[in-house]
Nanobody, 121 residues
Framework: QVQLVESGGGLVQAGGSLRLSCAAS????????MGWFRQAPGKEREFVAA??????YYADSVKGRFTISRDNAKNTVYLQLNSLKPEDTAVYYC????????????????WGQGTQVTVSS
């Protein structure tokens, strides 16, 4: 089993920045891909970014504004959120999987509890 704990969410004005962290514990050696998803009220959970096998992947809506990174020594993945927009407001979830498939929620075995990001206009 793998446990994931997110932190770093909060309230920020449009144009501002936040950094989310996701600390993994347990059988972390089994993790190949770590991803970030988000879910806004009334909407489905959507892919944001993933780190998989040393490569990074982003949704078009965040490309150029968000950056995902991983610290293997700390078993932690980060999501740097820059140039935030009100439409980025959502609960952000960290997820992990032993597979290389990164874009769908169905490919992930482990999920964190989520952290709220609110961007005011």
């Amino acid at each position: 089993q793998v446990q994931l704990v997110e932190s770093g969410g909060g309230l920020v004005q449009a144009g501002g920045s936040l950094r989310l962290s996701c600390a993994a514990s347990g059988r972390t050696s089994s993790i190949y891909t770590m991803g970030w998803f988000r879910q806004a009220p009334g909407k489905e959970r959507e892919f944001v970014a993933a780190w998989s096998g040393g490569s990074t992947y982003y949704a078009d809506s965040v490309k150029g504004r968000f950056t995902i990174s991983r610290d293997n020594a700390k078993n932690t993945v980060y999501l740097q959120l820059n140039s935030l927009k009100p439409e980025d407001t959502a609960v952000y979830y960290c997820a992990a999987t032993p597979s290389a498939y990164y874009a769908s929620i169905h490919g992930y075995d482990y999920w964190g509890q989520g952290t709220q990001v609110t961007v005011s206009s």
